[in-house]
């Protein structure tokens, strides 16, 4: 933006700025408003913790899964893979999910709330419903959170399937495939994108915890002894990785795990301050052998990595981070809203909402907006907007003051807005309006595609 020709007014000024982390119920409303996110079979009443993202919520989910998916695999030492939901359900024995992937639950046997017990603090604490106080309840009893399914035509033991729990198990039942295919040599990782299935008893928080959601895991796989090392550089890795696309550093910290799982050397949770609290965004875990011994185990199949140069033979030890992206959305819309004083030229006050997405996350990169709906202007304003649709996605608005257009554009989080006025008929050129700076720039129509896309790229150095 350094490079642009013309001088920069400011046409609004921001008086004071109100930072606030947003509640739920504020996000939730503008998620529907506006096209994030709809509760799913709405017009049926909605089924539970399930919801559906909208025009602009699947469009920034397919930036969130980019953004993931880049960061893993333009590297020269991980590959993706897109695996499977179903899986051989043997898979799943070997896993420990069939005996051990369950979560205690307990009824209560006057108001009928159902919880677990693990993290409820009424019950941990007092042994008393969370809903009613009641301490008429049941015994605690394992309850498994995998969704059992059949294949083919008969609902026998025998056609028993599962929906996944995780992606994870896709990475380790295709190490050889993976290594031998793209002749990777440890240490190398496998990364997908993919649904995940939980029949959690206490879903909720919006998106933050559903029965189905997306997984981003990746799997890196490294020899024994190097485990400590590798997993150190991935944590850091993962936290770079959310700084860079604006999640503010003191939203973000790192959680230990106080108790590890059986086969596990090392784990740490990166948690988000979301609205109810710091909580698991990501896991980051040193799985040691355990899982490619298992999958040795129960398949019969020789899963060890052969180091030809070294001529060694050993298990590979796993690396895992493993993030879900429906909570990464929620994560990066409660980081990016913020509420905004302004103060036009003339004094007069206006509340702006923006979510202040990092230019790769906004789901609209820049709108069209003709000052008129007179055929002056659309005749030019219509072809702008299908010269820029052919590099961004775009959004075009004739309704209404530019004011209120402008307000609108800010509450989706567009980094530019593109005014077509009467000058344009004349000068071949538009104003160009930055959402965090709110500078207006003057740029001619012919140079207005590398203009934007320059500014996006230079997003950060230009706010
Ligand atoms: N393979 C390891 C694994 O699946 P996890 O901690 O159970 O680890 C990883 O899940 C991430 O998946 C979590 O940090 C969270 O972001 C996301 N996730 C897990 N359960 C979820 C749910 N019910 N709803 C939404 N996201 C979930």
Redo the contacts with the bound molecule.
């Keep these: 933006m350094e490079n642009t020709p013309e001088k920069t007014e400011k046409t609004e000024k921001t008086e004071k700025v109100i930072r606030r982390l947003a509640d739920l119920n504020t996000l939730v409303s503008l998620s529907k408003r506006r096209g994030f996110v709809f509760q799913s079979s709405e017009i049926y009443g909605g089924l539970g913790s399930c919801w559906d993202y909208g025009p602009l919520g699947s469009l920034m989910k397919l930036n969130v899964k980019r953004a993931w998916w880049n960061a893993m695999t333009r590297r020269s030492d991980i590959v993706g893979i897109d695996a499977a939901i179903l899986m051989h359900p043997t898979v799943w024995k070997a896993s420990g999910h069939v005996d051990g992937f369950s979560d205690p639950l307990v009824d209560c046997k006057d108001c009928k709330t159902r919880f677990r017990a693990d993290n409820t603090d009424s019950y941990l604490t007092k042994k008393q419903c969370p809903n009613c106080g009641s301490k008429n309840l049941s015994e605690e009893r394992q309850f498994n959170l995998m969704f059992k399914t059949h294949m083919g035509p008969l609902e026998d033991s025998a056609s028993v399937v599962y929906l996944r729990p995780?992606t994870?198990q896709g990475h380790f039942v295709n190490f050889m495939n993976c290594q031998q295919s793209s002749r990777y040599k440890i240490p190398f990782g496998i990364a997908a994108i993919g649904k995940?299935f939980?029949n959690?008893i206490t879903?909720g928080n919006f998106?933050?915890?559903?029965?189905e959601?997306e997984?981003m895991?990746m799997q890196y796989f490294v020899k024994p002894g190097t485990d400590e090392k590798f997993f150190n550089e991935w944590k850091e890795r993962r936290l770079q990785f959310y700084l860079k696309y604006g999640i503010r550093q003191e939203s973000l910290r790192f959680k230990p795990h106080d108790k590890l799982a059986h086969y596990a050397r090392a784990a740490v949770?990166v948690e988000f301050n979301f609205p109810m609290g710091f909580s698991?965004?990501?896991?980051i875990?040193n799985r040691s052998d355990f899982d490619l011994s298992q999958h040795a185990k129960f398949s019969g199949k020789n899963l060890e990595y052969f180091n030809e140069a070294e001529k060694e033979k050993y298990v590979p030890y796993v690396i895992?981070t493993?993030?879900?992206c429906?909570?990464l959305f929620l994560a990066f819309m409660c980081d990016a809203y913020r509420e905004e004083v302004t103060k036009d030229e003339k004094g007069a006050e206006d509340v702006r909402t923006v979510l202040a997405f990092h230019p790769d996350i906004a789901p609209i990169k820049v709108a069209v907006l003709p000052l008129s709906k007179k055929e002056d202007l659309t005749k030019i304003a219509e072809p702008l907007r299908d010269q820029l649709a052919e590099d961004f996605d775009t959004q075009y608005d004739e309704a209404q003051s530019i004011g209120k257009r402008y307000r609108r554009q800010d509450e989706i989080g567009t980094p530019f807005c593109v005014t077509v006025d009467f000058d344009t008929i004349n000068d071949q050129a538009v104003t160009v309006r930055h959402r965090d700076k709110m500078t207006q720039q003057r740029v001619p129509i012919k140079e207005l595609n590398g203009y934007i896309a320059a500014g996006l790229k230079n997003w950060n150095s230009t706010t």
Excluded: M
């Design positions: 995780e994870a995940s939980r959690e879903p998106i933050f915890r559903t029965r959601f997984q895991e949770d698991e965004l990501e896991g875990h895992e493993a993030v879900g429906d909570r």
